[in-house]
């Protein structure tokens, strides 16, 4: 995380939308870079400390998402904020599918889009500093809350920024069956809306990468009717 102001980089290949969005975040106290293609992106990140990317969807040259799973493919896992076509429910879930953290529905408030900004750095920085160090060991995995990291059997797993604080949510609350409500309060720090998927596919996400069937998961498991509960013996429920 920057020591002074957060570095935030904006891409949207609409030039009104990037100025007045950068302008607010600007007065709000946030260093915003802007970018309207993924190769102006790829300067940016390459010369700086970003700390999260605000990605618009519908990109020239290479799309959000094409990008997205790019950087995750690299294990570039800055927290990514994916820029959506209003209601375009498809496109959001494909987003978390890619690796997004969140996701934001155009036409957007700008306030709104501080809001969500705030709350992943508020997470990021509070996991990063005030906690203390513990490694959590199930299975063959060993999960690094200090570090911010996942190994299998000495290896790295790259894992995202949102993945990576579902996962915690689960570990700090081994063995208690928990509702997608609280698990989207502890997670994100909101309330969960009715037809919001993206914790369903952040725990399939989080399911291909700790088990060895995500169809029949024996750590992160299904609480029929009631949610899901995280069992680091892998017992059965």
């Known amino acids: 995380m920057s020591v002074n102001k957060p570095n935030i980089a904006l891409v949207d290949d609409d030039p009104k939308i990037l100025e007045l969005t950068a302008k607010y975040l600007t007065d709000q106290n946030l260093n915003v870079f802007t970018a309207d293609s993924g190769s102006a992106l790829d300067d940016i990140v390459d010369a700086n400390a970003i700390d999260l990317i605000v990605l618009d969807l519908m990109m020239p040259e290479e799309s959000g998402l094409n990008l997205c799973q790019r950087y995750r493919a690299k294990n570039i896992n800055v927290p990514i904020i994916m820029l959506t076509a209003k209601g375009d429910e498809v496109d959001r879930i494909?987003?978390?599918?890619?690796?997004?953290?969140?996701?934001?529905?155009?036409?957007?408030?700008?306030?709104?889009?501080?809001?969500?900004?705030?709350?992943?750095?508020?997470?990021?920085?509070?996991?990063?500093?005030?906690?203390?160090?513990?490694?959590?060991?199930?299975?063959?995995?060993?999960?690094?809350?200090?570090?911010?990291?996942?190994?299998?059997?000495?290896?790295?797993?790259?894992?995202?920024?949102?993945?990576?604080?579902?996962?915690?949510?689960?570990?700090?609350?081994?063995?208690?069956?928990?509702?997608?409500?609280?698990?989207?309060?502890?997670?994100?720090?909101?309330?969960?809306?009715?037809?919001?998927?993206?914790?369903?596919?952040?725990?399939?996400?989080?399911?291909?990468?700790?088990?060895?069937?995500?169809?029949?998961?024996?750590?992160?498991?299904?609480?029929?009717?009631?949610?899901?509960?995280?069992?680091?013996d892998g017992e059965a429920q």
Request: aromatic share 10%; proline share 6%; no cysteine.
């Open 94 to 232: 494909v987003g978390l599918e890619m690796g997004a953290d969140d996701y934001l529905p155009k036409p957007f408030s700008p306030r709104e889009l501080l809001a969500r900004i705030n709350a992943i750095i508020r997470r990021q920085t509070k996991l990063g500093v005030s906690s203390p160090k513990k490694v959590v060991l199930f299975g063959s995995f060993e999960f690094d809350t200090e570090n911010r990291s996942l190994s299998h059997e000495g290896k790295n797993i790259s894992i995202t920024a949102g993945e990576f604080d579902l996962l915690k949510v689960f570990t700090d609350h081994a063995k208690q069956p928990l509702s997608r409500d609280r698990i989207m309060q502890l997670a994100k720090g909101k309330e969960l809306d009715v037809f919001d998927r993206s914790i369903d596919v952040q725990i399939s996400r989080i399911r291909r990468l700790i088990e060895d069937n995500p169809n029949k998961p024996k750590y992160l498991q299904t609480k029929w009717g009631y949610g899901y509960i995280f069992d680091p």
